[in-house]
Nanobody
Framework: QVQLVESGGGLVQAGGSLRLSCAAS????????MGWFRQAPGKEREFVAA????????FHADAVKGRFTISRDNAETTMYLEMNSLKPEDTAVYYC??????????????????WGQGTQVTVSS
């Protein structure tokens, strides 16, 4: 059973930084694609970033490119989202997700089979 557990959310002022973590367990993730999504109140869940567990650089949504960086630590089976220059519009619940199919990186939520419980990020102006 795949388990994804996010941590690291909180309240931060605009311009500040946070680092989210996603601890993954229950499978061998070498072929997985891992992603971060976020959902603000009244809005649809949107893609933030994704990375292949096997290696390579990450993919980032235009809205966060240059400010957020996705990475993973294979030894600890943990994925990270480093968030800098945070804006009030980044306020949302952030979710970790896993796509076991590998292959092409998908930016749609329905491409991911496993989800964490989410962690709240609030950016004050």
């Amino acid at each position: 059973q795949v388990q994804l557990v996010e941590s690291g959310g909180g309240l931060v002022q605009a311009g500040g930084s946070l680092r989210l973590s996603c601890a993954a367990s229950g499978r061998t993730f070498s072929r997985y694609i891992m992603g971060w999504f976020r959902q603000a109140p009244g809005k649809e869940r949107e893609f933030v970033a994704a990375i292949r567990w096997s290696g390579g650089s990450g993919f980032h949504a235009d809205a966060v490119k240059g400010r957020f960086t996705i990475s993973r630590d294979n030894a600890e089976t943990t994925m990270y989202l480093e968030m800098n220059s945070l804006k009030p519009e980044d306020t949302a619940v952030y979710y970790c997700a896993a796509d076991p199919r590998g292959g092409v990186v998908t930016t749609t939520p329905w491409g991911y089979a496993y989800w964490g419980q989410g962690t709240q990020v609030t950016v004050s102006s």
